[in-house]
């Protein structure tokens, strides 16, 4: 509400319009003695004189009061305008004209761009609610005296309390207090009223108003590994029961076979024959589930790491040799030292060669090496019919080819993951065919082993 000058409110003028009213009297005073002197030294007929004087009175008063009105009307006008900015009214503009044209001008632009901010703030918090709602970790902001001023739902449903019942409390009543005088970036175990888990813990300052605070946010990282690791299940569950019903079914359908002759009666004369076929079925069956428990028990049992100094590209030209079927090119690159386990970086090499072979068995497989960066990138090429559509191709036993065991790429993958590298396998740029590159971390200070020298 617009605040009324205490002069108003006892029915005077404003003290501002009465300083105007006497200045443009005070202007008027000098012709008024002049011609009060000249009239005293010739003096003209009262009637005349006294007409002539209330007339240039009372003209004098209309003009001072026109002046007035001319002076103060477009100030109250400025003075409604900045009042309705302060209490937060962006709405409102002033007539441009007149003798304050230009500061109503800048006071119409500056309500503009506080309309314009205003709206961009509206707009900025309420989605920064809306993403803070959509968050899964938890989100508490403190202020300089470490009370709760914000949370969002998660932090709501982590402490199993409403917004009412949080709003104020202490770091320290809820629970934090030693969590903000830590270091960040910790994984902590605790119980909740929400529940019990791991958590990762972050912190960080923050200013608002002026003043100091802290940011906590709180992941549940219990459930995503928990998430993860439920999947993770359902592939292999699924890829193991896959295998294993086509291993089983033939082995029990050929059971029933089998006793369903031996209970005939009397046996046929070719009895041994049909009983021997499926005795050998039966028991390449058996082999091949065996190949594929083996098969598993390779990659969950993945040695420790025993890494030593190795020239990579010793170790590249060394792979192409190994590889009977195809003369594997080999484009050199730069001598590049790195600190490897050869052993199992070579079966990750070889596996991912076995690939490019078997995709192009007429046609041109490629082998470089080079420096991107802190990495060191081996890159497998071949210009074979190029990558089959799907997203599992480093799922543990999954495969493509008739025979595969699937899990070359999936072993590849995770001795470059315990080297703290990785592999990709991408479509050729130009042409067909496929691209395999597996990256490691480069060891700049490294010197090779006279062994790896002489490999």
């Known amino acids: 509400m617009k605040a009324v000058p205490a002069d108003s409110r006892s029915g005077r003028l404003p003290r501002f319009e009465r300083r105007v009213g006497a200045g443009a009297l005070l202007t008027a005073l000098p012709a008024w003695l002049a011609a009060g002197v000249g009239w005293l030294w010739h003096p003209d007929p009262w009637p005349t004189a006294a007409a002539l004087w209330g007339g240039a009175l009372v003209a004098t008063a209309w003009l001072v009061r026109r002046h007035m009105r001319r002076i103060s009307y477009p100030l109250h006008t ?36 506080l309309q314009q901010e205003r709206l961009a703030y509206e707009e900025s918090s309420h989605l920064l609610g ?25 932090g709501q449903r982590l402490l199993d309390r409403s917004r ?11 629970g934090f207090g030693e969590w903000l005088a830590s270091p960040s970036m910790r994984v902590v175990s605790h119980g909740f009223a929400g529940g019990m888990g791991r958590y990762e813990i972050r912190h960080a300052p923050l200013r608002s108003g002026g003043r100091g605070g802290r940011l ?4 549940d990282v219990g459930r995503v590994l928990r998430e993860e690791e439920r999947q993770a299940w359902q592939r292999l569950l699924r890829v193991l029961g896959h295998e294993l019903n086509n291993s089983l079914a ?39 589930l065996g190949r594929f428990l083996a098969s598993y028990s390779r990659l969950a049992r993945l040695p420790p790491l025993q890494q030593r100094s190795i020239e990579l590209g010793v170790l590249v030209r ?19 030292p790195l600190h490897a386990d050869p052993d199992q970086l070579e079966q990750a090499l070889i596996n991912l060669v076995r690939n490019a072979v078997e995709a192009a068995p007429a046609g041109t497989v490629r082998m470089r090496w080079r420096r991107e960066g802190a990495h060191a990138l081996i890159e497998v090429e071949d210009d074979g019919p190029g990558l089959p ?67």
């Open 164 to 174: 009412d019942q949080l709003f104020g409390r202490s770091a320290d009543e809820l």
């Open 250 to 288: 033939p082995i029990r359908s050929m059971a029933g076979t089998l006793a369903a002759l031996l209970a005939r009666d009397p046996l046929p004369d070719d009895w041994r024959a049909d009983f021997q076929g499926g005795v050998e079925i039966i028991a390449h069956r058996a082999e091949s």
């Open 389 to 455: 559509p799907s997203d599992n191709l480093f799922v543990p036993f999954f495969t493509t080819k008739p025979g595969g065991s699937g899990i070359g790429l999936a072993l590849a993958r995770q001795i470059a993951e315990a080297h703290d590298g990785g592999v990709a396998l991408l479509p050729r740029a130009t042409g067909g065919g496929a691209l395999a590159r597996l990256w490691l971390p480069c060891g700049m200070d490294v010197q090779p082993s006279s062994s790896d020298q002489r490999a």
């Open 216 to 219: 906590l946010v709180v992941n």
């Open 318 to 336: 060394k792979v192409a040799r190994l590889e009977q079927r195809l003369a594997v090119q080999v484009e050199e690159g730069e001598a590049m």
């Open 78 to 113: 400025l003075s409604g305008l900045l009042e309705a900015l302060r209490e937060g009214d962006y709405s409102l503009r002033g007539v441009q004209g007149g003798v304050l044209g230009d500061v109503v001008y800048d006071v119409n632009a500056l309500a503009e761009r």
């Open 130 to 154: 809306k993403t803070l709602a959509a968050l899964d970790s938890a989100v508490f902001a403190f202020d300089e005296s470490l009370r709760l001023r914000l949370v969002n739902p998660a």
